[in-house]
């Protein structure tokens, strides 16, 4: 699925593989600066702007991150709170 853009921010899906990214045609490697209470989980919708990872600026990682929709029936941890088991 593309990803949308609204108001020069990208809109996406959080997706796990063996490291957090999105789903799509744009591979982020990383969360950077994300801006929320609560740790993004698969299926949540954000919004994010994207920036090459140095030095080779190969890879793609997600700036400014921002939870836009929680994926229902799913535990949001905040990131305040001790770490799930």
Do not use: C
């Amino acid at each position: 699925m593309p990803h949308e853009e609204i108001a020069g921010k990208l809109v996406g899906t959080v997706g796990v593989q063996s490291r957090p990214r999105f789903k799509g045609n744009i591979s982020l490697y990383l969360f950077f600066s994300i801006e929320d209470q609560y740790v993004p989980v698969e299926g949540d919708e954000v919004t994010f702007k994207k920036t090459l990872v140095p030095p080779k600026n190969e890879k793609y990682q997600a700036m400014h991150v921002k939870i836009v929709h929680l994926k229902e029936g799913t535990v949001h941890q905040r990131w305040d709170s001790p770490p799930l088991h």
